[in-house]
């Protein structure tokens, strides 16, 4: 007889007690079946959820923990953009969720910029560190942005300019 242990994943909807008075706890399994099980059998995996971030609070984060300073300090030293990150009152319990429990960078939506009147679409150089709009897409350019990099290039004017068609991409 073959004697591994198996978990099943689901979530407790109710309990029931059965004639012999053992309480037995009803789970609904992920498939959507409900099973009903012994309540000393069940081990409770407890695993929180990381908080989800952007990168710029998370270079933060790691900036702090590398100088060993502490969450206060953390919180009332930060550079001004992520200070008005923080400063909403949801973002205070994320940066202190992601200080504690560890997180996760979210994914920078990232865009093609193209001329409308010829087509061509803005390319950054890897080599060159540069941006042109060109109609080729050789090996060292890259044509996805994102808002960070235009913004820090000095690019940020892509998004107010009519003559361009900014879409965002996967």
């Known amino acids: 007889m073959n004697k591994d242990k198996v978990y099943i994943e689901g979530y407790e909807v109710g ?3 059965d ?9 609904q399994l992920v498939s959507g079946e409900t099973v ?6 069940i081990y409770k995996s407890i695993e929180q959820e990381k908080a989800t971030i ?7 984060i790691e900036e702090c923990k590398a100088k060993e300073k502490r969450l206060l300090t953390a919180l009332l030293y930060t550079p001004e953009k992520v200070n008005s ?3 909403n009152s949801e973002n205070q319990e994320l940066f ?3 200080w504690l429990d560890g997180y996760e960078v979210e994914k920078e939506k ?10 061509q679409k803005l390319y950054y150089h890897t080599e060159d560190e540069d941006y042109i709009f060109s109609s080729y897409d050789g090996v060292f350019y890259s044509g996805y942005h994102t808002k960070t990099d235009l913004e820090e290039n000095g690019m ?8 361009l068609e900014v879409q965002e991409v996967e």
């Open 15 to 17: 309990f029931r007690i």
């Open 19 to 27: 004639t012999l008075g053992t309480r037995e706890k009803i789970i």
């Open 36 to 41: 009903s099980i012994d309540e000393n059998f």
């Open 54 to 60: 952007p990168k710029f609070v998370a270079d933060w």
């Open 85 to 87: 990150w923080v400063d």
């Open 96 to 98: 202190a969720r992601a």
């Open 110 to 119: 990232k865009y093609i910029v193209t001329l409308k009147s010829s087509g």
């Open 156 to 163: 940020s004017w892509v998004f107010d300019c009519e003559g």
